[in-house]
């Protein structure tokens, strides 16, 4: 490798290594990596399935026969060289070396950990050997294979655990020099050495540690841990096939998952890389298109139920014993004796007269012995009982406390099972239940189909696997730029930046919502776009246009001055007298979203029609910001203040035609407008002369992946069962975003690119200046290099602009390309409020429009 190079560490799973097929795709995905420049280092582990046999015949040596067991081993290995086409003798001196070792075992009838570790050491270093004799053959260049033992050191404690090692892993200038002049390195998971020279074991699963510690140990770009499913779901998707695929998560999230069982994941695997802030790759070698989880240091807000995970085939010890408890030191004698005896402890409860525990399953193997002493001591002090066959179901989210009023009608499948131990993580990350395992898969199944399947609020999860291939092509032919790249390189060849607007998805996006019977009127909110291309389509298809000034009202009337008043709506806030007045004056209906004009000013209402405002009081949306309900939002009127109103409208003959609400933007529930419609038609029998109902917007777009559109059928639906019980109000809706947002990209050339320790910025020639959305409130917008639209993505990008604020920023960990100066960076979603926000701040003019 020549010191520009960076590695990319690649960790392939049992599966991953057990067929030509997939070290097929294993060398092609190094073939990749190559052709980008990248340093591979390949961590591996043994061939599906061959540490559980190797487990297996250490127990039948010390049994007894042990010969069938060891033959089948060497039949795999033969078998995988014949099918690979490689020497059918290239493992035949390690064969008699495991041969020995297990005659010892049986000669003696009994293991040391250490001779243990050993024997189990075999597998992946049988299999890496295949691995580098193979990746020799297809590439041309050297592909060294490395002792993970030279270089994986434990760490040392009283009781060393050669079961369940835990190592170093800072900076290895050794390690680095001795992979200098090389590219393709390949070295065993799961094994590493003591300072003595002894082989020990990371514990089952560990090949993924083993992988974290050597990415941070080179200071890899990143690190990819390739196995047999696409990446990290809300709960097992070999159990459950709702499950759904998490796109990213944050170290945190993810050591979550691995803590409480997530099996795709070592649990020691997240810290490594997390300390080395590298972003790490979940992604399947048998689907390697497929883009899978990442896990970086981003920043998820997830105030509901992520995923649900096991651990399975869990140890209980409950300890009894009258009022000891509370005795000082009582529980710290119990504890010493734990300690003693090497056996750590996961979860615990108390009570006044017990206290169970469950044994740590994923970072240690306790042996029969170890729990036998164990259990004679602690019987000194009180009455034990081992419960073994028990399994940890664990609800994992952040807040779980904040939204447990949410989530308790799915505690009731706990009426039919015995729940053996409660534990809720300080760190207020999960909530477990311990419960037998024969129930644990109809408890997973069940949890997950009331906390996440039917989940209304499911924004930011994915496909389940078998809908995941599908998802990721339709979801890329879905979008219409893709089909106009030519259109948009011309625009953009005598131009640095444009918003590029595509007239027929106006159309599509208002026949949508046109599509909603039970709506009577669709009204575009004119905030959100007001380029005349775009209005004079929205107006030729009929819909109405909402505005919230008179500088907008005056701007539609300009552009039609034959509309239909009716077509207009004016919805202000905090505006003066004058341009209620005015409006009020030219015809154009209006909401009051306040009482203090009609307190204060009623002379200018007299004998008008007008619609109220009402504050619905949830709050929705994507961020805090474009929530617009509730008492801390300025919008709206609070339905106990309705009342108030009664005498001024009587007395000044005014006519309340309708009622109005608006909770948010981004809204992704389909239930949400007609809970909006019961809400306003039961308010309004305070109001006799009400005729319309305005639902407000808020209807909120796939803007990642992940998410789930909204189905305007079943909005239908929920609306029509309201309309029949209210069936004398007319419905309408003011959709912003909905009509303008994916009509929109904005696209910008690449001024520089420059990297920063891990952090990749992609600069643009325009940035804030043209798009404030991200830097107002955080929003997301999904980036692609169009003119490397399908190169590889190499990098967790920071996009930004030219303009002097840290928070000129467009996007962070975007997914990337290798990118260059003069690339064009195409901005989703950008139609609404994009260009209608931009300043001239720094004097650099914002993108200008241009309709397709
Ligand atoms: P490897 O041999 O590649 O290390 P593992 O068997 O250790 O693979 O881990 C992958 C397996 O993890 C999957 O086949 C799946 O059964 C299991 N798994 C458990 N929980 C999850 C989850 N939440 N998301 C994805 N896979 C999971
Ligand atoms: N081969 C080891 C095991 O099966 C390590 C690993 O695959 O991660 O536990
Ligand atoms: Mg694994």
Same mark, same amino acid.
């Given at each position: 490798?020549?010191?520009?190079?960076?590695?990319?560490?690649?960790?392939?799973?049992?599966?991953?290594?057990?067929?030509?097929?997939? %070290?097929?795709?294993?060398?092609?995905?190094?073939?990749?990596? #190559?052709?980008?420049?990248?340093?591979?280092?390949?961590?591996?582990?043994?061939?599906?399935?061959?540490?559980?046999?190797?487990?297996?015949?250490?127990?039948?040596?010390?049994?007894?026969?042990?010969?069938?067991?060891?033959?089948?081993?060497?039949?795999?290995?033969?078998?995988?060289?014949?099918?690979?086409?490689?020497?059918?003798?290239?493992?035949?001196?390690?064969?008699?070396?495991?041969?020995?070792?297990?005659?010892?075992?049986?000669?003696?009838?009994?293991?040391?950990?250490?001779?243990?570790?050993?024997?189990?050491?075999?597998?992946?270093?049988?299999?890496?050997?295949?691995?580098?004799?193979?990746?020799?053959?297809?590439?041309?260049?050297?592909?060294? %294979?490395?002792?993970?033992?030279?270089?994986?050191?434990?760490?040392?404690?009283? =009781?060393?655990?050669?079961?369940?090692?835990?190592?170093?892993?800072?900076?290895?200038?050794?390690?680095?020099?001795?992979?200098?002049?090389?590219?393709?390195?390949?070295?065993?998971?799961?094994?590493?050495?003591?300072?003595?020279?002894?082989?020990?074991?990371?514990?089952?699963?560990?090949?993924?540690?083993?992988?974290?510690?050597?990415?941070?140990?080179?200071?890899?770009?990143?690190?990819?841990?390739?196995?047999?499913?696409?990446?990290?779901?809300?709960?097992?998707?070999?159990?459950?096939?709702?499950?759904?695929? @998490?796109?990213?998560?944050?170290?945190?999230? *993810?050591?979550?998952?691995?803590?409480?069982?997530?099996?795709?994941?070592?649990?020691?695997?997240?810290?490594?890389?997390?300390?080395?802030?590298?972003?790490?790759?979940?992604?399947?070698?048998?689907?390697?298109?497929?883009?899978?989880?990442?896990?970086?240091?981003?920043?998820?807000?997830?105030?509901?139920?992520?995923?649900?995970?096991?651990?399975?085939?869990?140890?209980?010890?409950?300890?009894?014993?009258?009022?000891?408890?509370?005795?000082?030191?009582?529980?710290?004698?119990?504890?010493?004796?734990?300690?003693?005896?090497?056996?750590?402890?996961?979860?615990?409860?108390?009570?006044?007269?017990?206290?169970?525990?469950?044994?740590?399953?994923?970072?240690?193997?306790?042996?029969?012995?170890?729990?036998?002493?164990?259990?004679?001591?602690?019987?000194? $002090?009180?009455?034990?009982?081992? $419960?073994? =066959?028990?399994?940890?179901?664990?609800?994992?989210?952040?807040?779980?406390?904040?939204?447990?009023?949410?989530?308790?009608?799915?505690?009731?499948?706990?009426?039919?099972?015995?729940?053996?131990?409660?534990?809720?993580?300080?760190?207020?990350?999960?909530?477990?239940?311990?419960?037998?395992?024969?129930?644990?898969?109809?408890?997973?199944?069940?949890?997950?189909? @009331?906390?996440?399947?039917?989940?209304?609020?499911?924004?930011?999860?994915?496909?389940?696997?078998?809908?995941?291939?599908?998802?990721?092509?339709?979801?890329?032919?879905?979008?219409?730029?893709?089909?106009?790249?030519?259109?948009?390189?011309?625009?953009?060849?005598?131009?640095?930046?444009?918003?590029?607007?595509?007239?027929?998805?106006? #159309?599509?996006?208002?026949?949508?919502?046109?599509?909603?019977?039970?709506?009577?009127?669709?009204?575009?909110?004119?905030?959100?776009?007001?380029?005349?291309?775009?209005?004079?389509?929205?107006?030729?298809?009929?819909?109405?246009?909402?505005?919230?000034?008179?500088?907008?009202?005056?701007?539609?009337?300009?552009?039609?001055?034959?509309?239909?008043?009716?077509?207009?709506?004016?919805?202000?806030?905090?505006?003066?007298?004058?341009?209620?007045?005015?409006? @009020?004056?030219?015809?154009?209906?209006?909401?009051?979203?306040?009482?203090?004009?009609?307190?204060?000013?009623?002379?200018?209402?007299?004998?008008?029609?007008?619609?109220?405002?009402?504050?619905? =009081?949830?709050?929705?949306?994507?961020?805090?910001?474009?929530?617009?309900?509730?008492?801390?939002?300025?919008?709206?009127?609070?339905?106990?203040?309705?009342?108030?109103?009664?005498?001024?409208?009587?007395?000044?003959?005014?006519?309340?035609?309708?009622?109005?609400?608006?909770?948010?933007?981004?809204?992704?529930?389909?239930?949400?407008?007609?809970?909006?419609?019961?809400? @306003?038609?039961?308010?309004?029998?305070?109001?006799?002369?009400?005729?319309?109902?305005?639902?407000?917007?808020?209807?909120?777009?796939?803007?990642?992946?992940?998410?789930?559109?909204?189905?305007?059928?079943?909005?239908?639906?929920?609306?029509?069962?309201?309309?029949?019980?209210?069936?004398?109000? *007319?419905?309408?809706?003011?959709?912003?975003?909905?009509?303008?947002?994916?009509?929109?990209?904005?696209?910008?050339?690449?001024?520089?690119?420059?990297?920063?320790?891990?952090?990749?910025?992609?600069?643009?020639?325009?940035?804030?200046?043209?798009?404030?959305?991200? *830097?107002?409130?955080?929003?997301?917008?999904?980036?692609?290099?169009?003119?490397?639209?399908?190169?590889?993505?190499?990098?967790?990008?920071?996009?930004?602009?030219?303009?002097?604020?840290?928070?000129?920023?467009?996007?962070?960990?975007?997914?990337?390309?290798?990118?260059?100066?003069?690339?064009?960076?195409?901005?989703?979603?950008?139609?609404?409020?994009?260009?209608? $926000?931009?300043?001239?701040?720094?004097?650099?003019?914002?993108?200008?429009?241009?309709?397709?």
């Amino acid at each position: 490798m020549t010191t520009n190079d960076s590695w990319h560490l690649l960790k392939f799973g049992g599966t991953s290594v057990s067929t030509r097929q997939n %070290w097929n795709n294993i060398a092609s995905i190094i073939k990749r990596k #190559r052709a980008k420049g990248k340093s591979v280092f390949v961590v591996h582990s043994a061939v599906s399935a061959v540490s559980n046999r190797l487990e297996a015949l250490i127990e039948l040596a010390q049994q007894g026969e042990y010969h069938v067991a060891y033959k089948e081993l060497v039949d795999i290995h033969q078998n995988l060289l014949a099918d690979m086409e490689l020497p059918s003798d290239l493992l035949a001196e390690r064969y008699s070396y495991l041969k020995r070792l297990i005659d010892g075992i049986h000669l003696l009838g009994e293991v040391s950990d250490r001779v243990r570790a050993l024997v189990m050491s075999q597998g992946e270093l049988w299999s890496t050997t295949i691995g580098q004799t193979y990746l020799s053959r297809v590439f041309e260049e050297n592909v060294s %294979w490395l002792d993970a033992r030279e270089y994986l050191y434990a760490r040392e404690s009283r =009781n060393m655990d050669y079961l369940c090692a835990s190592c170093h892993f800072e900076r290895d200038e050794n390690l680095l020099r001795d992979v200098s002049d090389t590219s393709i390195v390949i070295t065993q998971g799961f094994i590493a050495n003591t300072s003595d020279e002894e082989t020990v074991l990371l514990g089952r699963g560990g090949s993924d540690t083993s992988a974290a510690y050597f990415a941070a140990k080179i200071e890899a770009e990143r690190l990819e841990i390739w196995t047999d499913v696409p990446g990290i779901f809300t709960a097992n998707p070999n159990q459950v096939a709702s499950a759904r695929l @998490l796109k990213q998560l944050n170290y945190e999230e *993810a050591q979550e998952m691995a803590s409480a069982g997530a099996k795709v994941l070592h649990p020691r695997a997240i810290r490594p890389a997390q300390i080395s802030q590298i972003p790490v790759y979940i992604r399947s070698t048998i689907d390697p298109d497929i883009d899978g989880t990442v896990i970086s240091s981003i920043e998820n807000s997830w105030g509901m139920v992520k995923a649900i995970t096991a651990k399975e085939h869990i140890t209980l010890i409950s300890m009894e014993s009258q009022g000891m408890w509370q005795q000082a030191g009582f529980l710290a004698d119990i504890f010493a004796i734990f300690k003693q005896h090497n056996v750590s402890v996961d979860l615990v409860s108390t009570s006044e007269t017990n206290i169970t525990v469950s044994l740590d399953s994923l970072t240690q193997v306790v042996s029969e012995k170890q729990l036998k002493g164990l259990v004679q001591e602690l019987s000194q $002090m009180c009455r034990v009982n081992v $419960m073994h =066959n028990c399994s940890a179901v664990s609800i994992v989210g952040k807040n779980v406390r904040a939204i447990l009023h949410k989530i308790a009608p799915a505690f009731s499948i706990f009426e039919t099972y015995k729940v053996y131990l409660l534990s809720q993580a300080a760190s207020d990350l999960n909530l477990t239940f311990v419960i037998d395992d024969e129930h644990s898969s109809k408890v997973i199944s069940a949890l997950h189909e @009331l906390l996440i399947t039917n989940n209304p609020n499911s924004e930011i999860l994915g496909p389940t696997a078998k809908e995941l291939k599908q998802t990721e092509s339709v979801s890329q032919a879905k979008k219409w730029w893709q089909d106009k790249k030519d259109t948009i390189e011309v625009c953009l060849a005598e131009r640095d930046s444009a918003y590029i607007y595509h007239l027929d998805s106006v #159309r599509q996006n208002i026949q949508n919502l046109q599509s909603i019977s039970a709506i009577d009127r669709v009204f575009f909110a004119v905030k959100s776009n007001n380029n005349r291309d775009v209005l004079q389509t929205a107006y030729d298809a009929g819909v109405g246009f909402e505005t919230v000034s008179s500088g907008e009202v005056n701007h539609i009337l300009n552009l039609f001055p034959s509309i239909d008043k009716s077509r207009i709506f004016f919805t202000p806030n905090f505006a003066d007298k004058r341009e209620y007045d005015e409006i @009020l004056q030219k015809g154009i209906r209006l909401t009051l979203d306040s009482t203090y004009p009609l307190k204060h000013w009623p002379e200018i209402f007299e004998g008008k029609e007008i619609f109220l405002r009402v504050d619905p =009081n949830i709050g929705k949306g994507h961020h805090e910001n474009v929530r617009t309900a509730g008492a801390t939002s300025k919008f709206g009127i609070p339905i106990y203040e309705l009342e108030d109103l009664q005498p001024i409208i009587e007395k000044h003959n005014v006519t309340v035609v309708g009622l109005h609400a608006h909770a948010g933007s981004g809204i992704l529930t389909n239930e949400h407008w007609a809970e909006h419609a019961r809400l @306003l038609a039961e308010t309004a029998s305070m109001f006799p002369g009400v005729k319309y109902l305005n639902l407000g917007g808020g209807f909120g777009i796939k803007e990642r992946a992940q998410q789930t559109e909204l189905t305007m059928s079943q909005i239908d639906h929920s609306l029509q069962e309201v309309k029949a019980e209210f069936p004398q109000y *007319a419905l309408w809706i003011e959709p912003g975003r909905y009509i303008s947002a994916n009509i929109g990209v904005l696209v910008s050339k690449v001024t520089q690119v420059k990297q920063k320790q891990n952090y990749y910025y992609v600069g643009l020639n325009t940035g804030m200046n043209s798009l404030m959305r991200p *830097a107002l409130y955080g929003s997301f917008h999904n980036i692609v290099n169009l003119t490397r639209l399908y190169a590889e993505k190499e990098h967790l990008a920071t996009v930004v602009g030219p303009i002097c604020e840290s928070t000129d920023k467009l996007g962070v960990e975007i997914p990337f390309p290798e990118t260059k100066e003069g690339d064009l960076i195409l901005i989703e979603n950008a139609g609404a409020y994009g260009r209608v $926000m931009a300043t001239q701040y720094n004097m650099r003019q914002p993108a200008e429009e241009v309709c397709i």
